[in-house]
């Protein structure tokens, strides 16, 4: 069975693919911790708070899959983080995802839980330089 890519080709889209959903997920981060980009719901948040850790584990995992290193533990972690956020803020409010406003937080569990899986692709601090 042929790919749709080449295998060399596979490992740049997923390198690529990483890289850009961290800068994504970041942005969840950055607004909780730093207020930029500015979300009015996150004024006044407190870090030690369930919110404030929340962003902490954003910002920390973000960088570490934006550089690919620890990829897939880091990858492990913000997709147990998805599913707590599932949980914790979108669930009690309808059984479905799309009622509860919970989808983005399911899409990116499953994208973290593919790159704990597959890993970082090319362009990672993970994987020696000149490696396939």
Same mark, same amino acid.
């Given at each position: 069975?042929?790919? !749709?890519?080449?295998?060399?080709?596979?490992?740049?889209?997923?390198?690529?693919?990483?890289?850009?959903?961290? =800068? /994504?997920?970041?942005?969840?981060?950055? $607004?909780?911790? *730093?207020? *930029?980009?500015?979300?009015? @719901?996150?004024?006044?948040?407190? =870090?030690?708070?369930? /919110?404030? $850790?929340?962003?902490?584990?954003?910002?920390?995992?973000?960088?570490? =899959?934006?550089?690919? /290193?620890?990829?897939?533990?880091?990858?492990?972690?913000?997709?147990?983080? @998805?599913?707590? $956020?599932?949980?914790?803020?979108?669930?009690?409010?309808? %059984? !479905?995802?799309?009622?509860? +406003?919970?989808?983005?937080?399911?899409?990116? +569990?499953?994208?973290?839980?593919? *790159? %704990?899986?597959?890993?970082?692709?090319?362009?990672?601090?993970?994987?020696?330089?000149?490696?396939?």
């Amino acid at each position: 069975m042929s790919s !749709l890519v080449p295998p060399g080709r596979a490992q740049v889209v997923l390198g690529l693919s990483r890289i850009f959903v961290a =800068l /994504l997920f970041l942005q969840h981060g950055t $607004a909780k911790l *730093f207020g *930029f980009p500015h979300i009015a @719901m996150f004024d006044g948040l407190k =870090l030690l708070s369930l /919110l404030g $850790a929340a962003g902490a584990i954003e910002v920390l995992g973000g960088l570490l =899959l934006l550089l690919g /290193l620890f990829t897939r533990a880091a990858a492990l972690v913000l997709a147990a983080e @998805m599913v707590a $956020a599932y949980l914790v803020a979108h669930a009690a409010k309808g %059984a !479905l995802p799309i009622h509860n +406003g919970g989808e983005l937080a399911l899409v990116y +569990g499953v994208v973290f839980l593919f *790159f %704990a899986i597959a890993g970082p692709g090319r362009f990672a601090l993970d994987r020696p330089v000149g490696a396939a």
